[in-house]
């Protein structure tokens, strides 16, 4: 089967950085997902990582270590519309490609 | 460019009223199609996913099926509703080979069983 741990929730101020880890463990492992998704709202794709290393997108940044089973996404810059709910995905190929959710970080920008 | 469409966004019903929960997608072709549920403040589970007209795969045992009669078409239904079947549902997609880009959700439904 498949596992994923996140941290609950995380809080920071507005222009700091913050850093919200991901550990897995799966079997048939693709690559890993981040996606953001606000109250009451849909997930939106932020970003993924199929090697390891860093993934730079304007202020979103994400890193994987294949052999940890680790990744985090690295946000800088915060701003009050980051305050929302960010998922690990990994994708993983048990006889098909789909994505298995972690249970989420809430993040909580504040002044 | 792409759109998927999921309706209706609430909806309230009885237990033991039946369920019909549909999404489309635009400007696409062959997609692979999902559908997922999120309980309140928790992640997103894998309830049914779908590579064709006609070829559905559950994920999880339960009182829900899903039917796909058009290539863009997919169905989430329940003959009796359960309270625990309350919940943000999720329809999504996506395309063979897209491997460096992720899903695209719906806006979603939000399904109350009383």
């Known amino acids: 089967g498949q596992s994923l741990e996140q941290p609950s929730e995380v809080t920071a101020v507005e222009g700091a950085i913050v850093q919200m880890n991901c550990t897995y463990q799966?079997?048939?492992?693709?690559?890993l997902s981040w996606y953001q998704q606000h109250d009451g709202g849909a997930p939106t794709f932020l970003s993924y990582?199929?090697?390891?290393g860093l993934e730079e997108t304007g202020r979103f940044s994400s890193f994987l270590s294949r052999s940890d089973s680790y990744g985090y996404l690295l946000l800088q810059e915060l701003q009050m519309k980051d305050s929302a709910s960010y998922f690990c995905?990994?994708?993983?190929?048990?006889?098909?490609?789909?994505?298995?959710f972690g249970t989420g970080t809430r993040l909580l920008v504040s002044p | 460019s792409q759109t998927i469409h999921q309706w209706p966004a609430t909806l309230v019903q009885p237990v033991g009223s039946p369920l019909s929960l549909e999404c489309t997608v635009e400007?696409?072709?062959?997609?692979?199609l999902y559908w997922y549920r999120q309980a309140a403040g928790r992640g997103l589970q894998l309830l049914f996913y779908?590579?064709?007209?006609?070829?559905i795969s559950s994920e999880v045992p339960q009182n829900l099926s899903a039917s796909r009669p058009q290539d863009r078409q997919f169905i989430l239904s329940s003959k009796k509703l359960l309270l625990s079947d309350s919940g943000f549902y999720l329809c999504a997609w996506s395309v063979m080979g897209r491997t460096g880009f992720g899903y695209t959700f719906g806006s979603g439904t939000r399904l109350t069983v009383v």
């Open positions: 990582n199929a090697l390891d």
């Open positions: 779908s590579i064709g007209i006609d070829q």
């Open positions: 995905a990994v994708k993983v190929n048990t006889g098909f490609q789909k994505l298995v």
């Open positions: 799966t079997s048939g492992f693709y690559g």
């Open positions: 400007g696409t072709s062959n997609p692979n």
